[in-house]
């Protein structure tokens, strides 16, 4: 895989950014030494990328985390370290941003330098099971007010659509077209289709570039 | 089937409100119920309703009971803090006999508390939300298919008994995704002969076919209010025989019975499933209903296990219920975690053995 050195995961409230920027900073893990994960979500208390870090932590992966993210302190606060992704050059940062324009405001404070060193992917996630992102046209209206509040344009599209644990491989090809009509739309390709790593070997032999996740976030009320 | 969508549990709830024909929503953010109130605030403009964000939470349950008065279903949702402040108008609600929609998704307290998920509201809800006597219908989801079919339910049942229906939800259950369907078939529509809908702009008092409506919680004759009051437990009683919920889960051999509703509901059944590898017949009672309790389904229960176990985000408030229902003819234990903790199924587990011991033979 071609990576940048930095990638930047956005999208709608709750299209699963969080779980795939877990996911491709453990991949990235793999090929490079110096890999950190950037949590810039200031919208959501509950489910963050600190929910992951031991699992980081253990496999090398550097944690940029506001002080304060799942504690009881609901403080909308950015990490102080975040400016490390921008400065070490030698570092490959994946940056989960927040949900929708509210969220990726706060990209807005490192959105000149991202686009100076102009080494970066910037990967809008989709979910046509969310229900205000259920067609074309409103995901797209959605994209449009990310790249107005951080002032970066998209460079790709991931295709997350799913239903959680029930997601099966035919809800997956389902929405192909959705995500082709996106990717047209937005004049950018489908970088990557995410599919539960279970049900991923099925949707492989139809469909490329398709990228086996696992679920980071089990709690002892997951059934 | 329905096609299914994957909703937080706070906008599942949001969009069936508007699915149950609520077109005004007041409210005021706060965590972790605030998904409620942006929802609302995307999606009432859509379809020509209103949403609202009131000055404070005091002003928007107060704008419940207008609209209500009005004939009209309304809704106002909060957390834990915000619903201590509108415990006044929950009480004028009662007063009035008007029906209401009012959210709780509860965080950990007392005072500001925090911002994790909590269910020390209970007493709050079922026992004291607010003063005088009265009560409200107390629904208890354990999933976000839950926060959108007890939603369409508790509209229901506020407009037939022209009642309060709460929604008494945790952190987790607002904040949780899981896939849903919003088919929730028709809303029965409920005449409201009462409602403040004006006189048809004449001021002679029966130019619509009925004197102008009033709606008023001040009755300074004792003897008044005395029979407000008998009659309104009358009707609390046809909701206590009628409108019971529960679920059973692996109750049919189970020697223990576990009690908890929304999320330690399934912290249990998790634990269940371990215990019962370990040779331990275990069972779990979900009241689905906090008010009505299903006190009869706990006093039968009570004949034929052990012990009980009540696994609650408190420090101890539905077990004294659970002591009530079941006359305490069987020991009852407390499992819990407070402060925006969850426990483990293991610790219920352990929990479940310290109950397998104490229990005795039957």
């Known amino acids: 895989m071609d990576f940048k050195r930095i990638t930047l995961f956005s999208g709608h409230y709750g299209s699963g950014k969080t779980n795939l920027a877990v996911n491709y900073a453990m991949l990235l893990r793999k090929e490079k030494e110096n890999v950190a994960i950037a949590d810039l979500d200031i919208v959501n208390p509950y489910f963050r990328t600190k ?134 739309i937005a004049e950018i390709p489908v970088k990557l289709t995410s599919v539960r790593r279970d049900i991923s070997g099925e949707v492989q032999k139809k469909l490329e570039n398709v990228w086996a996740i696992d679920i980071h976030f089990k709690r002892e009320w997951s059934i | ?111 500001l508390g925090g911002i994790q998920p909590s269910q020390s509201d209970y007493f ?99 003897e008044e209010l005395e029979r407000f009051n008998f009659e309104r437990y009358a009707r609390y009683k046809v909701v206590e025989e009628n409108e019971v919920m529960y679920e059973e889960y692996m109750m049919e051999d189970a020697d223990i019975c576990l009690v908890a509703f929304g999320v330690t509901a399934r912290v249990s059944k998790n634990a269940i499933k371990i215990a019962r590898e370990q040779g331990i017949k275990v069972g779990l009672i979900r009241p689905i209903t906090l008010w009505p309790f299903p006190k009869a389904v706990l006093r039968n229960a009570a004949e034929k296990v052990r012990a009980f176990v009540s696994v609650e985000l408190s420090m101890g408030q539905m077990i004294e219920d659970v002591e009530l229902a079941t006359r305490c003819i069987r020991p009852v234990l407390l499992c819990n975690r407070t402060g925006g903790v969850i426990m483990t199924p293991e610790e219920v587990v352990a929990k479940i053995k310290e109950a397998d011991e104490i229990g005795g033979s039957k």
């Not at chain 1, 940029?64 to 993210?69: K, L, N, T, V, Y």
């Not at chain 1, 975040?82 to 404070?109: C, Q």
């Not at chain 2, 149950?20 to 605030?41: D, F, K, N, S, W």
């Not at chain 2, 207008?66 to 609600?93: C, I, Q």
Request: with cysteine.
């Open chain 1, 51 to 184: 929910d992951s870090e031991d699992e980081l932590k253990g496999v090398g992966i550097r944690l940029i985390s506001s002080e304060f993210a799942n504690s009881n302190v609901d403080l909308p606060a950015l990490p102080a370290d975040a400016y490390t992704m921008i400065d070490d050059k030698s570092m490959y940062a994946v940056v989960d941003v927040g949900g929708d324009d509210r969220g990726a405001l706060a990209l807005g404070r490192y959105t000149d330098a991202i686009k100076a060193e102009n080494n970066f992917e910037m990967l809008f996630v989709i979910n046509k099971y969310r229900p205000l992102t259920r067609d074309v046209k409103s995901t797209i209206r959605v994209m449009e007010e990310i790249e107005s509040a951080c002032r970066i344009r998209f460079t790709g599209v991931v295709n997350n659509s799913n239903l959680g644990m029930e997601t099966t491989v035919e809800d997956v090809l389902e929405t192909v077209e959705y995500a082709e009509e996106i990717s047209k």
């Open chain 2, 124 to 222: 709050m809800a079922t026992h004291a939300g607010g003063h005088g006597d009265f009560h409200m219908i107390v629904l208890a989801p354990a999933s976000v298919q839950e926060m959108v079919s007890l939603t369409f339910k508790g509209f229901d049942l506020a407009d037939k008994y022209r009642m309060t229906s709460m929604i008494l939800a945790d952190g987790t259950m607002g904040q949780m995704m899981e896939p849903v369907s919003l088919d929730m078939g028709e809303i029965t529509h409920y005449d409201k002969p009462w409602a403040v809908t004006g006189t048809g702009g004449s001021r002679e008092p029966n130019s619509i076919g009925r004197p102008h409506n009033i709606i008023n919680s001040l009755l300074l004759q004792p």
């Open chain 2, 1 to 111: 089937m329905a096609e299914k969508v994957l909703m937080k549990g706070n906008e599942a709830l949001a969009e069936a409100a508007i699915m149950a024909g609520c077109r005004h929503y007041l409210g005021y953010p706060i965590t972790p119920q605030t998904e409620v109130a942006a929802y609302m605030a995307k999606r009432m403009p859509q379809i020509g309703g209103v949403f609202l964000q009131a000055e404070s939470e005091i002003a928007a349950i107060n704008m419940v009971i207008g609209v209500s008065a009005a004939g009209k279903r309304a809704m106002t949702s909060s957390s834990s803090p915000g619903v201590s402040l509108k415990s006044e108008g929950l009480s004028y609600l009662a007063g009035c006999d008007l029906p209401a929609f009012v959210v709780n998704v509860q965080r950990g307290g007392p005072g």
